[in-house]
C-alpha cells in the first residue's frame, strides 16, 4: 500500500530554516501523488493547509502565512515533496504533515486528499 514518510522536522529558533522531505513508496508516484502539498497542525488546532503544487511542480498554492517564507517542490525521480522554511516564526510550532491524491479538487481542504503521512513535528522557538 501507499506510504508517505516525513522528515527533517526538529527544534529550530526563531528566524531559522529547516527543510522538510516526504518519500513516498509501495505504488508508482504517479499513481496517487499526481497532487501533493503540506499541511500542520498545531495543539488544539485543525489540521490546516500550508503549500501545494501539481505533478510538474507548478501552480503552487501557499496558505497566506507563509507565502514569501516557504517553498515546496518535488523530486519525481525521487518520489519525494519538500518544504523549505525560511523566517521560521513561533507560530510555525505545529506538526507537518505531507499529503498527496490523484486529484485533490479542492487543494486547501484535508479531506480532498486520500495518502496522509505520519507527521514530523517542527518546533520554533522565541
Known amino acids: 500500500q501507499v506510504q508517505l514518510v516525513e522528515s527533517g522536522g526538529g527544534l529550530v529558533q526563531a528566524g531559522g530554516s529547516l527543510r522538510l522531505s516526504c518519500v513516498g513508496s509501495g505504488r508508482p508516484f504517479s499513481d496517487y501523488a499526481v497532487a501533493v502539498a503540506w499541511f500542520h497542525q498545531a495543539p488544539g488546532k485543525d489540521r490546516e493547509f500550508v503549500a501545494a503544487?501539481?505533478?510538474?511542480?507548478?501552480?503552487?498554492n501557499y496558505a497566506d502565512s507563509v507565502k514569501g517564507r516557504f517553498t515546496i517542490s518535488r523530486d519525481n525521480t525521487k518520489n519525494t515533496v519538500y518544504l523549505e522554511m525560511n523566517s521560521l516564526k513561533p507560530e510555525d510550532t505545529a506538526v507537518y504533515y505531507c499529503a498527496a491524491d490523484p486529484v485533490a479538487r479542492r487543494p486547501t481542504v484535508a479531506g480532498s486528499w486520500g495518502y496522509w503521512g505520519q507527521g514530523t513535528q517542527v518546533t520554533v522557538s522565541s
Open positions: 503544487i501539481d505533478w510538474a511542480g507548478g501552480g503552487g
